[in-house]
């Protein structure tokens, strides 16, 4: 008999943000945590990089 927490996961549907958490697990929250964590590096990336182009753009046009 296998232990439920070696048991092959099933595939999750999507968050929504705003959603009740009341149906996820500890580990599913646990996981969901950390692709968010992932997700706001990589939001944080983009900000960084649209910014340094709009420092870049007003530099070149600035009169």
Do not use: C
């Not at 692709?35 to 530099?59: F, M, P």
């Amino acid at each position: 008999m296998l232990d439920p927490d070696e048991a092959p996961r099933r595939p999750k549907t999507a968050h929504t943000l705003g959603e009740s958490l009341d149906r996820l697990s500890v580990r599913d929250l646990e996981e969901l945590k950390a692709a968010l964590s992932a997700e706001i590096q990589r939001i944080e990336s983009e900000i960084a990089k649209k910014g340094a182009s709009r420092d870049a753009a007003h530099a070149v046009f600035k009169f």
